[in-house]
Structure formats: structure tokens, C-alpha cells
């Protein structure tokens, strides 16, 4: 159950995100910012936000990240995790993972989970912006904007005592926008923490699900700078 429990947690944060993101959405975009939070970037196509995926280990050349997974989790390769998301099977090579991000404006990269079927995991949705917005939105703007349609979703699938919140967190080297978030499922206890890291006009959003805050900020720590 708590597996299945949370593979539906994943499916309602990346449904909340993404409504509150760029790309091909009708809901307004994040307020901008009075100037850029970010260095400016190369730009960048869909494709450079495709990662590298090994056995255990991930690279995000253009987040400049990497995941490198201890032996008791799985990495599931583009067939798997389009299975998990719903998405059509034959999205699976790199190539179509980048059109759809460019196409739809989100998309999952990486997948990974416990091996002991605890319902434990990691994923990464990369989000598109249009080029004006790119240019304007920060890291923390989209977390706050995010942060009522995180309670929201997760409360229409049966949650209780969502108590999502904005907070700097340290991934990968660097500090980054956050939102925490604890809640209870049948009196069952679970966490979890979505990451913000801007690109260009791209956001990459890593998230970790855990019975506890402890457990889930813990995943975080098998991600480095790349």
C-alpha cells in the first residue's frame, strides 16, 4: 500500500507543479521578479536538459547535477518511468522525452525508488518556460507559487494535515528555493521536499518521498554537483 500510495503523491506534486509552471499551461505564470535572480545562461534547447542515465547514477549536465543511487534502489530506465507517469509508451528515447518537454512544457527524467518496496523515491520533472518568462522567473518565485496548488492537490486525493512550506535548502552544493511538505494518509505519516533548480528557461524540480523528514532529505544527499 505504501508504495502504491506513494506513486499517486508523485503523479498529484507533478500534476500541481506543473499547472503552476511554464510551458504549454493556462494557468498564470509565477510573478516575476523585478530582475533576473539568475546568472544568465547559454541558451539552452530541450534536449541539453535530457539527462545521463547509468545503472545507479544520473548526470544533468545542464542542471549540474548528479545522482549516484546506493545499492538498495533502482534507477528505472525511460520505458519504466513512462509506465509509472502514464505517459505513451513509445515516448522512451531521449529524443522524444526532449519533444515532449518542449512540446508540453513538463516532463519526467529520472525515476528512482527503494528496493525494498517501501514506496520510498526520487523523481525529476523538467519544466519549459517561454523565453520572456525564463527570463523573469526565479527559483523561489516559483515556489511560492506553487505552494497552494501543492496543498490543493494533494488534499483532492485524500491527504490530511498538508502543511506545505517554502524554505532554503542546501542540494548539491548549493542553496536553493524548497518546499517542504508533511501530511498524513490513513494515519500513515510521509514528507516531502521539491528542490527548485533554474536554467535558462528551464526548471528542474527534484523531489523526495519519505515516511519522515529525516528519510526524505536524506535521499537529497545522493545528489552532487556535476
Known amino acids: 500500500m505504501k508504495r502504491l500510495l506513494c506513486i499517486l503523491l508523485t503523479l498529484a506534486m507533478l500534476f500541481a507543479l506543473a499547472a503552476c509552471g511554464g510551458g504549454k499551461s493556462s494557468a ?5 521578479t523585478e530582475t533576473p535572480a539568475e546568472t544568465a545562461e547559454p541558451e539552452l534547447s530541450a534536449g541539453d536538459l535530457i539527462g545521463e542515465k547509468g545503472e545507479r547514477s544520473y548526470v544533468n549536465k545542464a542542471l549540474k547535477i548528479r545522482a549516484d543511487l546506493p545499492e538498495d534502489w533502482i534507477l528505472l530506465t525511460n520505458e519504466e518511468t513512462a509506465e509509472v507517469m502514464g505517459y505513451a509508451r513509445e515516448m522512451v528515447t531521449d529524443e522524444e522525452i526532449a519533444k515532449m518537454l518542449e512540446e508540453s512544457g513538463a516532463v519526467c527524467d529520472f525515476y528512482a525508488m527503494a528496493a525494498d518496496n517501501s514506496g520510498s523515491n526520487l523523481n525529476i520533472q ?3 518556460f517561454s523565453f520572456l518568462q525564463g527570463a523573469a522567473v526565479s527559483e523561489q518565485a516559483l515556489a511560492d507559487a506553487s505552494l497552494d496548488q501543492v496543498r490543493q492537490s494533494l488534499e483532492s486525493i485524500g ?3 498538508v502543511k506545505p512550506t517554502v524554505e532554503s535548502f542546501s542540494f548539491a552544493g548549493k542553496e536553493h528555493a524548497s518546499i517542504a511538505c508533511s501530511s498524513t494518509y490513513m494515519g500513515v505519516p510521509l514528507f516531502e521536499r521539491q528542490v527548485f533548480v533554474k536554467v535558462g528557461r528551464y526548471i528542474g524540480i527534484v523531489t523526495s518521498f519519505g515516511f ?4 526524505a532529505d536524506s535521499f537529497l544527499g545522493f545528489f552532487s554537483a556535476a
Open 212 to 215: 519522515s523528514q529525516e528519510d
Open 126 to 128: 523538467l519544466q519549459s
Open 159 to 161: 491527504m490530511e494535515d
Open 28 to 32: 498564470p505564470a509565477p510573478a516575476a
